[in-house]
């Protein structure tokens, strides 16, 4: 199959492929290798001192590289890198946090909120008349 390179430095191999990821190895010959690849993070008991993942030659390519690069970023950050941007985070949303707690104070969470409801649905299927009163069994 012959594929022209556009002016952007693009080719299009067609909705078969769309998604997947690729590695791409240029050989000593300049010719361009495309492997179909799938990534997996390696496990922490076999990590190495630095972030690694491993390239499968099987799946669907979900991870692109972008996705792999934060990965592997955030893999490698310190504890103390954790905690300072965490305390960084908090830092800048301060007021978005309080205002996100004074209305779960309000209203409740969205847990407690499903919880009521579940309750209240199952109240009125078993008795549709006390449900509707307020009344209990």
């Keep these: 199959m012959l594929k022209e390179v556009g002016a ?4 299009s191999l067609g909705k078969k492929y769309a998604g997947q ?5 240029v050989q000593a010959d300049g010719s361009i ?3 179909p690849v799938k990534v997996v ?3 922490p008991s076999v990590q190495e001192e630095s972030a690694t993942y491993k390239v499968n030659a099987a799946g669907n390519g979900w991870l692109t590289p972008e996705r792999i690069a934060r990965r592997a970023a955030a893999a490698a950050r310190s504890p103390a ?3 300072a941007a965490r305390t ?5 949303n301060k007021e978005a946090i309080e205002a996100m707690n004074r209305r779960m104070a309000k209203i409740g969470s969205m847990g407690i909120r499903i919880h009521e409801w579940r309750k209240a649905k199952a109240l009125k299927k078993q008795s549709p ?3 509707s009163t307020g009344e209990a069994n």
Excluded at 8 to 11: A, L, V
Excluded at 21 to 25: A, E, G, H, N
Excluded at 88 to 92: A, G, H, V
């Design 41 to 43: 993070p390696v496990t």
């Design 129 to 131: 008349a006390a449900a």
């Design 81 to 83: 890198e954790v905690e």
């Design 8 to 11: 952007s430095g693009q080719i």
């Design 88 to 92: 960084q985070w908090e830092d800048e």
């Design 21 to 25: 990821l690729f590695d791409l190895t």
């Design 33 to 35: 290798v495309m492997q």
